[in-house]
């Protein structure tokens, strides 16, 4: 969830694909590939915020947890994420 918006961003058009691809075979074994692609996507994401953004993402994610994915009791450190995060995009 903390991540939600960058992989909106960053995967959408692997998600997008995915989900096309299920929408047209309901054979859950047609969509392996666009779905291997956009678990990498992520993966990916997942390691470049966390290299260049560890304790950002730390503070954050752990308040989401804390609170059960609550995104009003983490609106700082969503903000303190988000500026650092974004403003590099």
Request: hydrophobic share 30%.
């Amino acid at each position: 969830m903390a991540i939600s918006k960058h992989i909106a961003i960053k995967c959408g058009k692997q998600n997008k694909a995915f989900a096309d691809c299920k929408l047209r075979d309901q054979n859950p074994s047609a969509c392996l590939g666009e779905g291997e692609k956009v678990t990498r996507c992520v993966v990916d994401l997942l390691k470049d915020l966390n290299s260049k953004y560890p304790s950002e993402l730390r503070a954050y994610f752990e308040c989401m947890d804390y609170y059960s994915n609550n995104f009003e009791k983490c609106r700082k450190e969503q903000k303190a994420f988000e500026e650092k995060s974004f403003s590099k995009a």
